[in-house]
Every structure is written in structure tokens, then in C-alpha cells.
């Protein structure tokens, strides 16, 4: 993470992963995420006077994340997302780096634009790819939520990486991340890195939080990006970019990973 937004939440209060997940679990939600320049984000971190308590584990604050995003050949869940569909789906692994824990994660699309999250813990090893276990999970959850199943086989197609810092609002229950080094990779292609930018992810109820309420005086609106969606049309310049074209031209800067 960049030193200088660190420096920003230094002294702040711990919070521990029980007590975050007790107070805080969110899994139906909504998410605004904010693409914003490292300086930027330094000083308003610094500059939000609300109760905020950070996660810690084993005495640390910032934590590796790698996830890996599968879909079809024809890419059906990255098009239901680029137009807006109803019925749209996110199928994942989510490796907590540090630890060496995965889950396989189906994220799907609830009522009025709530996202909602059902998830099993599965084998680190099987991270980059569906087992039939694995597959048998994805086909009942979706067919329970959206009433369908995917055509054809799920593949791996992009995996992201990044460093994130979570954040506990007492006040309202909510909780914000923020993520550094966001890296992008197709399979057996180069990766690249969001160039002078963290992303912060707010995570409440239907009312905006306090971490929202303070960027938006300091006019910081919410970007449409999705690490999954929004990497796949900056590495994919020939897929439909819909909903993230603004984003793309105006706020995305990507450079070749070290």
C-alpha cells in the first residue's frame, strides 16, 4: 500500500475479524467504490473525523488478496454486466493471501441493486479452476437466485490481485475497504497495475455511510468500476465497455506490472 495513505490511518483503533463479521457482515449490501489518486485519498482519510477502527490480524493491517473470475466462452457473465442486465452473476475464488484460505463465491444481483454473496470455503489448490463440487455449487446457487445456470463450460478468465485495508464505522455499521497495487492478468498474458490510484469501497445498507457522505463534499463521486468487468475491458479493448467507458477515459490509468 502506498506509504503515504497508510500514514493516513495510523493510531486508529483495532477491530478483530469476529467482532467485524458480528457487527458488520454485510453480505447483502450495497457497494459504492470510488477510484481515487493516492494523494487524494491520504488526505481525506486524514481529514474524516467519524469513529473508524481498522481490522488487525496477528498484528497486521493490510492483507493480500488474489481472486480469480470465471466465465464462459462467450463470456456471458461479463456481458450481463456491461448491459445492465437483470439476473447478473459473479462466479469467483477469493484467496486471503496471508492466511492461505479460499472460498468459492457466487455474487449475484438482489433487489433494488443490493448485492448479494453466498460463499464456500474451498482448496487453495483448486483456486484456478472449478472442481465438479465446486461447479455443482455455482449451478444450484445460481439457479436459486437468478433462475438459471450458465451454457457451456466455466473457465478461468481473468485473476486480480491487491493489498486492502479494512475499515469499521461504528456509527453506522458499515464498513469501507481500501485497495492498493490492483493488478490485472489474463491467463498466459502480461499483468498490469492501476498507475497512482487506490480504490475505496464503501459497504452499507441502503443509506449512503459517513465515509461516503465525506467524499462527496470533497467531490469525490462513486466511479462505475468492477475489478472484474472494468478488467476486462481495459485488458480487452474489443469487448463492449458500456458501462464503464467514463471510467476507463477519465479515471483509469493502468501501467505494466514490475
Known sequence: MSAGVVSSLVGLPAVGLEELNTEAALQTRVDRKYVVPEGLAQELLATFDAEVRILEMDGSRCFAYDSVYFDTAELDSYL???????RRYKIRTRTYVDSAISFLEVKTE???????KERIPYELTDRARLTADGLDYVQETLAAAVGGVPDGPL???????????TLYLPESGSRATIDTDVTWQRPGEPAWVLDGAVIVETKS???????DRHLWAHG??????SKFATGMAALCPDLPANRWNRTLRRTLALRPAA
Not at 473457465?155 to 485495508?165: A, F, I, K, M, N
Open 205 to 211: 445498507g441502503s443509506a449512503a455511510g459517513p465515509l
Open 220 to 225: 469525490v463521486r462513486p466511479s462505475r468500476i
Open 80 to 86: 450481463l454486466a456491461a448491459y445492465g442486465r437483470r
Open 110 to 116: 438482489g433487489a433494488r441493486e443490493a448485492t448479494v
Open 155 to 165: 473457465e478461468p478468465v481473468l485473476e486480480t490481485r491487491y493489498d486492502r485495508t
